[in-house]
């Protein structure tokens, strides 16, 4: 089956509540990462990458720089006459719509006038790079009603309600638990789930008029029995943004060469939002070792293990180490910043030393002053 007959829907609000201090002001998929990306360029990408044509983009609010990014969706591809990209913000009070179930409620009727046969539903805190092209064989291949992308491992900390997977030898789930006492390593979903599209909005229907509101413990859990549900096991890189935590370590894994070449497939490119720019300059007595700097930076000082996003400066004599610094934040000379985190347009004044620990990072917001 070919990746158009697939409607891609993307949920760009989810658990925003984890990481707050980025998310006050914009949506979890508009997370700037990796020094020139959005949270949202990852799973907006993997659907491009295996041929879905149309997606929409589900939005709740805060999404001003979320639009902004992505526009009419030409990076990926998706500026076209039929299908393509759509945004689609809350249909009524913002209020009103708290959950998944709701969300989709309240899009309906765009998921009623479409015309693809299977539905794929992500989360937009997810960063992988993963061809669901093989996750709509699996899907046909077992006649499958349900398919939730999984990985096996030691369940990350803090995420909101994990969905834990029993499977059978074949795949097919036995059994779902919604955030389990568990030490091990299991099966858990990484927010990513294929099904029908008329069966999406049966299902959907049968909660809201039975006053159900929870996707995981009313639409899934209480399915499992009359649904073939089955688990696609994703053994490549991935990882869940959420907690300040998990976002820094992210950018840091960044650094390792094997988390690259997975993340930055060059035959699955992950596509972003241009933004012409001059080279990264380095001033005489400059040292960078073990980072990432993006074009238009200015480093005359010190830069160690950080990702530098674009137009940052770093002045003469700044130390920069275990950082991530947002675009076109200021490092004025003489400072010396470890295990710290600055949202966009921060200026840190000459001479400050900021000190955090890797367990818990140092959050300076956006526009601020020290």
């Excluded at 015309?115 to 805190?125: A, F, G, P």
């Excluded at 998990?246 to 930055?264: G, K, T, W």
């Excluded at 380095?282 to 000082?301: F, K, M, Q, R, T």
């Amino acid at each position: 089956m070919r990746g158009n007959n697939v409607l891609g829907l993307i949920f760009s609000n989810t658990h925003e509540e984890k990481l707050r201090d980025l998310t006050e002001i914009r949506t979890m998929g508009s997370v700037p990462f990796g020094g020139r990306y959005r949270l949202i360029d990852f799973p907006l990408s993997n659907m491009v990458n295996s041929g879905i044509s149309k997606v929409g983009v589900v939005t709740k609010s805060n999404y001003q720089s979320l639009m902004d990014h992505l526009g009419s969706g030409k990076a990926w591809d998706l500026s076209r006459k039929r299908e393509g990209l759509y945004i689609l913000p809350p249909f009524g009070d913002t209020r009103l719509v708290n959950n998944r179930v709701e969300s989709l409620a309240s899009i309906k009727r765009f998921l009623t006038n479409s015309k693809e046969d299977l539905v794929l539903i992500t989360d937009s805190d997810v960063v992988c790079n993963i061809d669901y092209s093989d996750v709509v064989s699996s899907h046909i291949g077992k006649n499958s009603d349900v398919t939730l992308v999984c990985r096996f491992g030691p369940l990350p900390r803090k995420l909101v309600e994990p969905l834990v997977l029993t499977t059978d030898p074949d795949g097919r789930v036995i059994d779902l638990l919604i955030d389990p006492r568990t030490d091990g390593e299991c099966c858990y979903g990484i927010g990513m789930i294929l099904l029908r599209r008329e069966l999406l909005i049966r299902l959907v229907d049968d909660c809201v008029s039975r006053n159900l509101y929870s996707f995981k413990r009313d639409l899934l859990q209480r399915n499992l029995s009359s649904l073939r549900m089955y688990s696609y096991e994703f053994s490549g890189y991935a990882r869940i943004i959420s907690s300040p935590v998990s976002y820094f370590a992210a950018n840091m894994e960044l650094m390792q060469p094997n988390v690259r070449a997975q993340l930055f497939n060059p035959n699955r490119p992950v596509y972003t939002k241009v933004r012409d720019d001059m080279p990264a300059r380095y001033g005489l007595g400059s040292e960078v070792s073990n980072s990432l700097v993006a074009d238009g930076c200015v480093i005359d000082g010190e830069v160690r293990n950080s990702v530098l996003f674009r137009g940052v400066r770093v002045g003469k004599g700044a130390v920069v180490e275990n950082c991530v610094v947002l675009q076109d934040g200021q490092i004025r000379p003489g400072c010396k910043m470890k295990y710290v985190i600055t949202d966009k347009d921060v200026l840190i004044q000459s001479d400050r030393s900021l000190l955090g620990f890797e367990s818990y990072p140092i959050f300076i917001s956006k526009g601020s002053v020290v």
